[in-house]
């Protein structure tokens, strides 16, 4: 991810991330590019979910959003915001969150815990990897 921030302009990026549309598109399409599998039953059949690009178990009905188990879950800002950001730390990792702030007009407090979570993923795999590398159960890989 972070090389694919770090290869593009920001007006490039603007033009690919410009909607909260295309950004659940991208996620989704990166997230899901090998397969759905659902985490609670390992099923690999799905379809539609309620939320926009969400994927729902046909077998034990659990739904998993695009966002799920990534950088972007449970996160407070409109995901195109998220981006951005995610873009600019990824390009300047020193970048102060007090700017961030400024330029976003949210809550310091709010750009400096996004900015920890997206910097935790940069150090812990040396790449910004949106995705949590959860290891699957024996028994649904066999």
């Keep these: 991810m972070k090389s694919l921030f770090k290869n593009i302009g ?52 659990s739904e998993e959003s695009a966002t799920a188990h990534t950088a972007f879950h449970k996160c407070k800002l409109p995901l195109t915001e998220a981006f951005k950001i995610t873009y600019l730390v990824c390009n300047n990792p020193d970048i102060s969150t007090y700017k961030l702030s400024e330029k976003f007009n949210i809550r310091q407090m709010t750009c400096w815990k996004f900015k920890k979570k997206i910097i935790e993923c940069i150090n812990q795999r040396g790449d910004i990897d949106i995705f949590e590398k959860e290891a699957l159960t024996k028994e649904f890989i066999e």
Excluded: M, V
């Design 10 to 61: 920001i007006i490039e990026f603007d033009d690919l991330f410009s909607t909260d549309e295309r950004c659940f598109e991208f996620l989704a399409g990166k997230k899901w590019e090998n397969g759905f599998i659902c985490r609670k039953c390992g099923h690999t059949n799905y379809c539609k979910g309620k939320k926009p690009y969400s994927r729902r178990c046909t077998k034990c009905k």
